[in-house]
């Protein structure tokens, strides 16, 4: 496992002092065929359209001759799927939320990982990770602790949806992919007060 760096480990710190912390945590569970089945015909209409994404601290590869990761960018389908799937992530996190961002598809190549970190305190506070395509020879779990540091090792396959706090849980992919790839959509969201603004940190 490849630990995160000292000056991304305080970063870290602090946005897990001013994060909420609901009591969710994070689960697993299958995207509805209909809903999982626009991610993939998205995918293979772009797959000819992925260019390599810039470069982000917290993604790494051991590979010299490969970049971590090659990311497609559509912002029409991404806010489109971000409305779609709001009423999802407020089943989940009993919330009304307001949408933040969605990323991806972002493609890991060969080698790559993921230092584990928390997401931005801001907008990234109710938060899914989906698995949209992966050739890999060996599993590439999505390591996650609990509010009390306890690690988790989720394998994901095609389909699948993980639903976690961002800002307030340590994730990441911290071992080198192994297999060809492996291709994630990424979803994030900010609970909304009832007057409709956004909720305010401490």
Same mark, same amino acid.
């Given at each position: 496992?490849?630990?995160?760096? *000292?000056?991304? &480990?305080?970063?870290?710190? !602090?946005?897990?002092?001013?994060?909420? /912390?609901?009591?969710?945590?994070?689960? +697993? @569970?299958?995207?509805?065929?209909?809903?999982?089945?626009?991610?993939?015909?998205?995918?293979?209409?772009?797959?000819?359209?992925?260019?390599?994404?810039?470069?982000?601290?917290?993604?790494?590869?051991?590979?010299?001759?490969?970049?971590?990761?090659?990311?497609?960018?559509?912002?029409?389908?991404?806010?489109?799927?971000?409305?779609?799937?709001?009423?999802?992530?407020?089943?989940?996190?009993?919330?009304?939320? *307001?949408?933040? &961002?969605?990323?991806?598809? !972002?493609?890991?190549?060969?080698?790559? /990982?993921?230092?584990?970190?928390?997401? +931005? @305190?801001?907008?990234?506070?109710?938060?899914?990770?989906?698995?949209?395509?992966?050739?890999?020879?060996?599993?590439?779990?999505?390591?996650?602790?609990?509010?009390?540091?306890?690690?988790?090792?989720?394998?994901?396959?095609?389909?699948?949806?993980?639903?976690?706090?961002?800002?307030?849980?340590?994730?990441?992919?911290?071992?080198?992919?192994?297999?060809?790839?492996?291709?994630?959509?990424?979803?994030?969201?900010?609970?909304?007060?009832?007057?409709?603004?956004?909720?305010?940190?401490?």
């Amino acid at each position: 496992m490849f630990h995160t760096p *000292k000056h991304l &480990a305080d970063i870290n710190a !602090r946005r897990r002092t001013l994060a909420p /912390y609901f009591g969710l945590g994070f689960r +697993r @569970t299958t995207l509805d065929s209909r809903i999982f089945q626009e991610v993939v015909d998205h995918f293979l209409r772009h797959k000819d359209r992925f260019f390599l994404e810039q470069n982000i601290p917290y993604v790494q590869t051991i590979k010299k001759n490969y970049s971590p990761a090659l990311l497609v960018g559509d912002s029409a389908f991404n806010q489109q799927f971000l409305r779609e799937l709001k009423f999802l992530h407020e089943e989940w996190s009993g919330m009304e939320l *307001k949408e933040a &961002a969605c990323y991806g598809i !972002r493609v890991y190549q060969p080698g790559s /990982y993921l230092f584990n970190h928390v997401d +931005r @305190t801001e907008t990234h506070i109710i938060s899914s990770t989906i698995c949209v395509a992966h050739h890999l020879t060996k599993p590439w779990p999505l390591y996650i602790e609990d509010i009390d540091g306890h690690p988790h090792e989720i394998s994901m396959e095609p389909g699948d949806i993980v639903f976690y706090e961002g800002a307030k849980l340590m994730h990441g992919r911290p071992y080198p992919l192994e297999g060809r790839f492996y291709a994630g959509l990424f979803l994030h969201y900010t609970p909304v007060k009832g007057d409709g603004s956004v909720t305010e940190l401490p």
